[in-house]
């Protein structure tokens, strides 16, 4: 008798059953937020806002090395072993840590979500900072006091006891994760997740508190690395003629791209409004590409991608310190460590993308001062 016993389970079978499973586990995951929001509406009495459906929101997933100082916890830990970091941290849990390199960029975020919330209150399509880190949770006390110290909004926390926390950012629906362990984030790039190492400003500046101003690098950021690739095997002059002869072609994404189309759409919400001229969320594009030679391709793959950016900046080599000092930008993101140390020696908090061709180069450079961060 031919055919399959009915009793066997066919591979369409299988597939069927899986998107079952999978539809069931969306329906329950519905139904367990919306028992949350219910209960969290109950609260008539708090002042804070009620975080956003995660599957709605832009998560910025920070490390706490990231959103505070911790050198002198961390050298604890270093030199004498996890008990007595643990020790340290519980002893000193009513002592508020200092703000860390992410943190005037989360405050920034908050501002934008307190904007949002007023223009938009239903709407939850708002920037939720996550706590993401490998600190054990006793030492979550001395976390939760330093936050609620500052008045920061930051409900959700993954505290993964001495293990890496990368495995999780997909499951908090992570956009954004910013750490001060450049290993950790090269995982997350590898996972394919938008992420970059933070590096504190030598000197201090002043910030915008009324203004999120976000400053990307292109080439290994926003776009691919193919143009990178062609410089550094190739030279400028063929790069200069690749640039012309594909100007038409739009350039591939980056790791970097799939967040600056999130403030893209938060600041058409203000656009709607007729607040683009005092517009919270501000974009630069600081590029070392010169403009005649090889900046059209670059303007016309963001209009190709359907994303504005305020301002453009087509440096043709020149230092990117001097301008990222005057635009003052809360983050500023970039592939390359002569540039990240650039803009750190005039102050500016400077992310690094371990991404592209570009990263043969950078290795050394980037364990050096990972050290000193």
């Not at 930051?154 to 750490?179: D, H, Q, V, W």
């Not at 203004?211 to 143009?227: H, K, W």
């Not at 440096?315 to 650039?342: C, N, S, T």
Request: aromatic share 8%; hydrophobic share 35%; net charge negative.
């Amino acid at each position: 008798m031919s055919g399959s016993s009915p009793d066997k389970e066919q591979p369409g079978d299988k597939a069927g059953g899986n998107k079952e499973l999978a539809e069931e586990e969306a329906a329950g995951a519905e139904l367990d937020w919306e028992a949350a929001k219910a209960a969290y509406e109950s609260l008539t009495t708090t002042k804070r806002p009620r975080p956003p459906k995660p599957q709605n929101a832009i998560t910025v997933a920070v490390s706490s090395r990231a959103l505070f100082d911790m050198v002198e916890e961390r050298k604890i830990y270093e030199e004498q072993g996890v008990e007595k970091y643990v020790e340290y941290q519980q002893a000193n849990e009513n002592v508020t840590l200092k703000p860390g390199p992410a943190f005037s960029l989360v405050k920034a975020l908050e501002q934008v979500n307190s904007r949002l919330r007023e223009l938009y209150p239903d709407d939850e399509e708002l920037f939720d900072i996550v706590l993401m880190t490998n600190n054990h949770a006793q030492v979550g006390v001395r976390l939760i006091n330093s936050i609620n110290h500052y008045g920061l909004l930051i409900e959700r926390f993954c505290m993964t006891g001495g293990k890496t926390p990368i495995g999780y950012l997909k499951a908090y629906l992570t956009n954004l994760y910013l750490s001060a362990d450049s290993e950790k984030v090269q995982e997350a790039i590898e996972a394919g997740i938008a992420a970059a190492t933070l590096f504190t400003g030598n000197k201090n500046v002043p910030y915008d508190d009324k203004q999120l101003r976000v400053a990307f690098d292109g080439d290994a950021v926003l776009f691919s690395d193919e143009s990178e690739i062609i410089v550094k095997e190739h030279g400028l002059d063929r790069f200069f003629e690749h640039e012309q002869i594909n100007e038409n072609k739009p350039l591939a994404q980056g790791p970097l791209k799939g967040f600056l189309e999130d403030l893209g759409r938060l600041q058409k919400k203000f656009y709607i409004k007729n607040e683009r001229l005092d517009s919270p969320i501000r974009t630069y594009l600081v590029t070392a590409r010169s403009a005649a030679s090889s900046g059209a391709r670059v303007l016309k793959t963001l209009r190709s991608w359907g994303v504005q950016i305020d301002e453009a900046l087509f440096l043709a080599g020149a230092p990117k310190g001097p301008v990222l000092a005057k635009i003052r930008p809360h983050i500023f993101f970039d592939d390359q460590m002569f540039h990240i140390e650039g803009a750190r020696q005039l102050g500016t908090i400077a992310a690094h993308v371990p991404y592209g061709i570009g990263q043969k180069y950078n290795k050394s450079k980037l364990k050096d001062s990972s050290a000193k961060n």
